[in-house]
């Protein structure tokens, strides 16, 4: 195994964990922005107001995603056991 390969490796697996984590970071940043512009607007600096809302969110998300999210983890999982199997 070369330099390249180690390399074209990392790449696949950065890509892959963008991929499965991307999806709840944006739902987690748009329910906060939202959030937070209902607060400055109504004046109410509640902290659970922020936290709750977005916890809930991101956690539906988890349970509507996972079939893509795992996916995306065996696909890069069997890609990675191929290579191992045929030696690199």
């Known amino acids: ?14 890509f892959t964990l963008l991929k499965v984590v991307s999806p709840i970071l944006l739902i987690a940043l748009f329910i906060g ?3 937070g512009i209902f607060q400055a607007l109504t004046q109410i600096q509640e ?5 709750v809302p977005k916890i809930l969110c991101v956690f539906i998300m988890l349970i509507v995603l996972f079939p893509f999210m795992l996916n995306q983890m065996r696909m890069l999982s069997e890609s990675l056991f191929d290579k191992i199997v045929s030696g690199g």
């Open 33 to 35: 922005l939202i959030i």
């Open 1 to 14: 195994m070369n330099e390249i390969e180690i390399l074209d490796i990392s790449r696949e697996a950065v």
């Open 47 to 51: 902290m659970t107001l922020a936290f």
